[in-house]
Nanobody, 129 residues
């Protein structure tokens, strides 16, 4: 069973930056990898997704132009660089992966249209002064 492990969550001041990593125990080629977040009392939100097929990406409007998703050439680590952080970015951030042959679009993955094949346990990000 493949595993995903997130790291990098921390307490950061508004306007600051943070980099989250998602390390996989398996090769992420042929997967779409997504970062999702869930704040207390709110539904889970797809933040950003990336396809291993062509490195195409999707960003939620709430993080566009502030967050950058990327993956390494070894195919096992996905990174979410978060800049200009706001208090409303506070949440548990989780990464997940789905076989790209089973989904219709990267946008649909981030919108939660598909069941993900693998989930990490999450890492907590708190944005506060």
């Amino acid at each position: 069973q493949g595993q995903l492990v997130e790291s990098g969550g921390d307490l950061v001041q508004p306007g600051g930056s943070l980099s989250l990593s998602c390390a996989a125990s398996f090769n992420l080629d042929n997967y779409i990898i997504g970062w999702f977040r869930q704040a207390p009392g709110k539904e889970r939100e797809g933040v950003s997704c990336i396809s291993s097929a062509d490195d195409s990406t999707y960003y939620a409007d709430s993080v566009k132009d502030r967050f950058i998703i990327s993956r390494d050439n070894a195919g096992k680590t996905t990174t979410l660089q978060m800049n200009s952080l706001k208090p409303e970015d506070t949440a548990v951030y989780s990464c997940a992966a789905v076989d790209l042959g089973t989904v219709g679009s990267i946008q649909g993955v981030c919108w939660g249209y598909y069941d993900m094949d693998h989930w990490g346990k999450g890492t907590l990000v708190i944005v506060s002064a």
